[in-house]
């Protein structure tokens, strides 16, 4: 915890330094909120059905789904990003020879990230809260702990990025694949029951299916941990089994770049 801690504090410091990026990153998803309410509007009529047990307005649909790709892209990307800057400035490998942990340094690369990711969050809720969006507010607590399970799901997809950032020098298109795939298979924009039925079989091995299915019934319809039990399950089966396997990745990786002395060759 010390180690996230302090890279917390050093990454704070540096964003103060670039105070106009950080009010035009509130800016930008304020404004996004409002053409997005009246193209919700428009559409509302075609998929009041489909919305029933997820809030039944599509409006806040689609603003829980953004919530929740904020995060995604934040978890997929802060990592790979950073480790490979890391190598490029030889920071990382600076940092590999202090006493700090490397998930501690790993975890403080992306707690920044995640934590700016919710404050712009909030900010967009409540836009959107004031734009007329349902919100059940008496779930925002039981939603935090939906929405960490989704970041723990795709976590383990940055770590992958990352370690193939150590070992291969190179990301690969998987961020972007998983992404893709999540947007449309996960239910961001539009319910997974309008989908074809072949396709929904598909959409029951994105992680991001369960999620905002919880996610959406915890948010905008005020349903219980016991009520939304069967997707979380889900989503910590998808955690345990995704993480263990990125961790040992990354683990590998890391002694390969140590051995082949190209922790600071990018």
Do not use: K
């Not at 990592?79 to 890391?86: L, N």
């Not at 995640?114 to 059940?136: D, E, M, N, P």
């Not at 072949?198 to 948010?219: E, F, H």
């Amino acid at each position: 915890m010390r180690e996230i801690g302090a890279m917390l504090r050093a990454q704070w410091r540096i964003a103060l330094t670039y105070r106009t990026r950080m009010v035009l990153s509130l800016l930008s998803v304020l404004v996004g909120v409002i053409p997005v309410f009246f193209v919700a509007q428009a559409v509302q009529p075609l998929l009041a059905g489909a919305l029933v047990d997820q809030g039944g307005q599509l409006f806040s649909f689609i603003v829980v789904g953004t919530i929740a790709m904020l995060f995604l892209t934040s978890a997929i990307g802060t990592m790979p990003a950073a480790v490979g800057s890391g190598i490029s400035t030889g920071i990382w490998e600076a940092m590999l020879a202090t006493p700090a942990r490397v998930w501690g340094l790993l975890g403080g690369f992306t707690a920044y990230d995640l934590i700016w990711t919710l404050v712009r969050s909030v900010a967009l809720l409540v836009a959107a809260w004031a734009l007329g969006a349902r919100i059940a507010w008496g779930g925002a607590v039981l939603s935090l702990g939906v929405l960490l399970l989704i970041v723990l799901a795709y976590l383990p997809i940055g770590i992958l990025s990352a370690a193939l950032v150590l070992a291969l020098r190179t990301t690969t298109p998987l961020p972007r694949v998983v992404v893709i795939v999540s947007v449309f298979l996960g239910g961001v924009y539009y319910p997974t029951s309008v989908i074809p039925s072949w396709i929904q079989r598909v959409s029951d091995w994105v992680p991001l299916t369960y999620g905002l299915r919880a996610l959406r019934r915890a948010l905008l319809e005020g349903w219980t941990m016991r009520q939304i039990l069967p997707d979380v399950e889900m989503l910590v089966l998808f955690d345990a089994v995704l993480l263990l396997g990125a961790c040992a990745a990354f683990a590998a990786a890391l002694r390969y770049a140590r051995r082949a002395g190209t922790l600071a060759q990018y």
